[in-house]
């Protein structure tokens, strides 16, 4: 790859506020401070709803809003996202001209697969490698027979479209045994990891001198987006577990993403508040720092929707302990956010965090179905003597500065990438494309043939033969 010809594409569904979100912007930043050329396309970002480099120019941020809403009705989701995403790759390889003028040395997608196959085929000059934060297939519910029968196809294409990636890389080793185990065709195929980082610039002058928030109160503090998986209810849990004496002086502040848009965003923090009530926790909800600062000081537990960059790094300046309670989680970029502001972490124990956290050293590892457990380490650290905690913090920060770097992990992917290109043979991959696309699109017109005889027959049409 000849400098001042190195251009990388990335692909992502939606650029909100999210771990996968947060990898992709600093992925993106560490292969431009490489030297790279850097593009992100879109189907959607809000600047309203994003990280700052996404907003303010410090990266090249192109969205091409689809004409397919992100969900019919709160359903249909995973449809949609494909729907999506193939319109986006469909955009920028036929209907406009933006790759003829980048020239693009390789592709990097993450979440989704769906597109790839489709940009082998259009592009075929450049190869694409997938970062696969978790497999989608385990991410859907399926409590019934029709959920169950309408994900079949989503998760054979998503196994499928994944094998088309030129290069696979993963956030950890614990999400390259699953991807391992619920794809049988990838087990034998190369999979890399590539840890998610965090930025370990120092602070701006004026972000070091910032006041931390609430000085008169210990803060524990949870960060996630307002999804159930995040199971965000066991820090309420292990915080109600504090006598009303304990909790004097004391706040858990539960901060993350929260889109408007996403009805599970919404109908989630309703249940926080709802079982807040029913632990007798009193409780206030704010979407700006002015209007978090205003709270009454008897407040128990603040639900802060949303939480821009500077906001984030004060939250964590200002906390006590990290309470990080989503179990099985593929990685988990807020742990590493903690440390690298010498906040002390409790995760549950197992996912990313058990590659992340040192036991005792750096924080605590705990189940995720006992309260108590939970209860006992936060009453040990309102409890733990200043100097003990600045060690844990600072044993935290070492750690991130030596393993979870930006400059490590760009160094990292700008090995994967290069090994990619010198590998790729692209008019191959092509040909290929073709051939399976081709057989793809005859199951489909079967199959639409086949369910519309049975729906003619099934309603006495004399057409159905």
């Not at 790859?1 to 909100?16: A, I």
Request: charged share 25%; hydrophobic share 40%; proline share 5%.
């Amino acid at each position: 790859m000849p400098p001042g010809k190195r251009t990388v594409v990335f692909l992502h569904p939606d650029l909100g506020i999210g771990g996968a979100e947060r990898l992709i912007i600093d992925a993106a930043l560490g292969l431009q401070e490489l030297g790279y050329k850097v593009v992100i396309y879109t189907s959607h970002c809000d600047p309203a709803h994003c990280f700052d480099e996404a907003r303010d120019g410090t990266l090249d941020v192109r969205t091409h809003e689809s004409f397919v809403p992100p969900h019919f009705f709160g359903q249909l989701s995973i449809l949609c996202a494909i729907l999506r995403q193939i319109h986006l790759v469909l955009y920028i390889t036929i209907f406009s001209n933006q790759l003829s003028s980048l020239k693009p040395t390789a592709f990097i997608v993450d979440q989704l697969s769906a597109g790839i196959p489709l940009l082998t085929l259009f592009y075929p000059a450049s190869p694409t490698l997938f970062y696969c934060h978790f497999p989608d297939k385990l991410l859907a519910s399926r409590k019934s027979w029709l959920k169950r029968i309408y994900r079949l196809p989503f998760d054979t294409a998503e196994e499928w479209s994944t094998g088309w990636a030129a290069r696979i890389v993963v956030n950890s080793k614990f999400t390259e045994k699953i991807v391992r185990d619920v794809f049988p065709s990838l087990s034998k195929k190369e999979i890399n990891i590539v840890y998610p980082c965090v930025d370990i610039a120092p602070a701006s002058k004026d972000d070091e001198e910032q006041d931390s928030l609430w000085k008169d109160k210990k803060i524990l503090l949870s960060i996630n987006r307002f999804e159930r998986k995040k199971n965000i209810e066991l820090a309420l849990r292990a915080f109600a577990g504090l006598s009303a004496k304990e909790r004097e002086g004391v706040r858990l502040v539960i901060a993350g993403g929260y889109d408007r848009r996403v009805p599970e965003n919404v109908s989630y923090h309703l249940e926080l508040a709802t079982l807040a009530d029913s632990l007798s926790l009193s409780h206030s909800t704010a979407s700006t720092l002015p209007t978090a600062l205003s709270i009454p000081a008897s407040t128990s537990v603040l639900f802060l929707l949303n939480c821009p960059s500077k906001l984030k790094s004060l939250l964590l300046r200002s906390a006590l302990l990290l309470l990080y309670t989503p179990a099985n989680e593929h990685f988990g970029i807020v742990p590493l956010e903690a440390m690298l502001a010498r906040t002390p972490v409790l995760a549950v124990n197992s996912g990313g965090p058990l590659e992340t956290v040192v036991e005792g050293r750096t924080g605590f590892l705990r189940g995720d179905h006992d309260d108590t457990e939970w209860t006992a380490v936060i009453l040990d650290f309102l409890a733990m003597p200043d100097e003990e905690l600045r060690q844990v913090g600072e044993n935290g920060r070492k750690r991130v500065e030596q393993l979870f770097s930006r400059e490590k992990m760009a160094t990292t992917l700008e090995k994967e990438v290069k090994g990619m290109v010198e590998e790729w043979d692209g008019r191959e991959r092509k040909r290929d494309a073709v051939v399976w696309l081709g057989v793809l699109g005859v199951f489909v017109v079967v199959g639409v043939s086949w369910i519309g005889k049975i729906l003619m027959y099934r309603y006495n049409f004399p057409e159905a033969y």
